[in-house]
């Protein structure tokens, strides 16, 4: 069901627009991709994609502020990355 309240919706876009402005800015996909690539790197030798996912998660919220993230891009960087690094 659509109400049709174009002057709510465009309160509501306001307020975010406003609300981000104090928001911390994300993380570009190549600085995520410098950072995943770094922790990958460091994993031992052998380490398999599947079983290192949540190992490289857990070293990346350790490196960075996790509302400068989307945490979706990240789970997607980080499974295309460990897949091309085996």
Request: glycine share 4%; net charge negative.
């Amino acid at each position: 069901m659509e109400a049709s309240r174009r002057d709510l919706a465009d309160k509501e876009i306001r307020e975010c627009e406003i609300l981000s402005d104090f928001l911390p800015p994300l993380l570009s996909e190549t600085q995520i991709d410098s950072i995943l690539g770094e922790i990958i790197k460091s994993l031992p030798a052998g380490s398999h994609p599947k079983t290192s996912l949540g190992q490289v998660f857990k070293e990346f919220q350790s490196k960075v502020e996790k509302s400068s993230v989307d945490v979706a891009l990240v789970r997607r960087r980080a499974e295309m990355l460990l897949a091309t690094s085996t």
